[in-house]
């Protein structure tokens, strides 16, 4: 399964912060929100995705993560020249897409949690349908709204209802097979001129496979698109690494840990970061865990472009 992370948008809610800067590039604690979707992206298992995002801002993300070469991963790139709607994004990334499906996830979304990794990997292996993740909230009104019965089967969606009938928000982040693109290209924009993805889902919804996994307890789904909701997602994404000593959504970690990378590409990044705390924690992951990782053979060869593809 390939990837698709949408990171486009004005951001306005979020001005002055995103004035000149894309709210993606914003720092959630210690790390760009960016890395958090494309840390989720990788537990999935996905290793090809493609970023779109502005005009203005594609050459910052470019600058930033490259072509992904040195995770293990392909990165490519392409624009959405204006805020169409989220499933536009599978109308731009169609020729991304093959008959393996696509994972689409919003660049402002932070999910973190127990068991997690399984979960993710288990909508990635789906090869029909359609899997979304379903989270309780204490104000839903804000989200795209999934009504479950009982055992758990959707019975109806809504985008941003002011009545919802339930409390379980849609997350942003979305497994689809092969027809996502050609789907999202038969939708009617809505009032706001948008292509929306809850349409999106209610399409699969009617074809009866839309599959729900439900987010308990131990997982936390962070939206970031207020100064008060990022504010949250960067305090509670301190508190986690300032009591585990572990870091939350760590792509050169993860991109070690799953084989992609060498110790001694490890090492590489960390010299990126110089003496900064980021840097000093890759090392003393290469410190205490490279014996196990230190042959060449542990590195999964990806077929990776010099330079990132942009596509218009």
């Not at 393996?100 to 909508?123: H, M, Q």
């Not at 131990?218 to 997602?233: C, I, K, R, Y």
Request: glycine letters at 10%; hydrophobic letters at 40%.
């Amino acid at each position: 399964m390939k990837g698709i992370l949408l990171a486009g948008g004005a951001g306005s809610r979020l001005y002055p912060l995103t004035a000149v800067v894309s709210k993606q590039l914003l720092p959630v604690y210690d790390k760009p929100l960016i890395y958090y979707p494309l840390s989720t992206m990788m537990l999935s298992g996905i290793r090809d995705v493609l970023i779109i995002s502005t005009p203005a801002e594609l050459p910052r993300f470019c600058e930033l993560l490259g072509d992904g070469s040195s995770l293990g991963l392909s990165l490519t790139y392409a624009v959405q020249h204006a805020p169409r709607g989220i499933a536009e994004a599978l109308c731009i990334g169609e020729h991304h897409v093959d008959d393996r499906g696509v994972c689409l996830a919003l660049g402002d979304n932070v999910l973190y949690g127990s068991g997690l990794e399984p979960r993710l990997r288990e909508a990635a292996s789906q090869r029909t349908g359609a899997t979304i993740f379903g989270y309780q909230v204490r104000d839903p009104s804000a989200y795209g709204v999934a009504e479950v019965d009982a055992a758990g089967r959707v019975l109806s969606l809504e985008e941003k209802p002011a009545a919802p009938r339930s409390s379980l928000a849609v997350v942003g982040l979305y497994f689809y097979d092969g027809n996502a693109p050609r789907f999202a290209r038969e939708l009617s924009p809505s009032p706001r001129g948008e292509l929306e993805i809850t349409d999106l889902n209610a399409r699969y919804l009617r074809e009866g496979t839309l599959r729900l996994s439900r987010l308990g307890r131990g997982t936390a789904w962070l939206d970031t698109g207020t100064p008060e909701s990022l504010m949250a997602a960067s305090a509670f994404v301190h508190a986690i690494e300032e009591r585990q000593g572990l870091k939350v959504s760590c792509p050169e970690e993860i991109a070690f840990r799953l084989g992609y990378i060498t110790a001694e590409q490890l090492e590489r990044l960390a010299s990126r970061y110089g003496s900064s705390a980021y840097g000093a924690y890759l090392r003393q992951i290469v410190r205490e865990e490279s014996a196990p990782h230190a042959s060449g053979d542990s590195l999964v060869d990806v077929p990776v472009p010099t330079r990132p593809r942009v596509a218009a």
